[in-house]
């Protein structure tokens, strides 16, 4: 049983940093592309970067310059530093990760969001 724990979120003010986690635990043959996703009240979820397994990272054009994404493979975790961080970027944040599991086929897996709120 596969399962994607994020932490790390927090009240910041603006100007602020933060680093989120998301940890992959269970029978993990191996996880593909991984993501960070982020949904603020009314409305819709949105991409926020994205990182293969060799490292190719993607971020949206909103953030890039003040995030950064990366993971570590041995450990099975995805990383989000968060600088600079503006009101607009109160969210909840969401990981994702594309897991084949042992015995299992490949499917996209969701952690169940952290909370970053930006406020002075």
């Known amino acids: 049983q596969v399962q994607l724990v994020e932490s790390g979120g927090d009240l910041v003010q603006p100007g602020g940093s933060l680093r989120l986690s998301c940890a992959a635990s269970?029978?993990?043959?191996?996880?593909?592309?991984m993501g960070w996703y982020r949904q603020a009240p009314g409305k819709q979820r949105e991409l926020v970067a994205t990182i293969t397994h060799g490292g190719i990272t993607n971020v949206a054009a909103s953030v890039k310059g003040r995030f950064t994404i990366s993971r570590d493979n041995a450990k099975n975790t995805m990383y989000l530093q968060m600088n600079n961080l503006e009101p607009d970027d109160t969210s909840v944040y969401y990981c994702?990760?594309?897991?084949?599991?042992?015995?299992?086929?490949?499917?996209?897996?969701w952690g169940q969001g952290t909370q970053v709120t930006v406020s002075s």
């Open positions: 269970g029978s993990i043959y191996i996880i593909y592309d």
């Open positions: 994702n990760a594309r897991i084949k599991p042992l015995r299992v086929p490949t499917s996209d897996y």
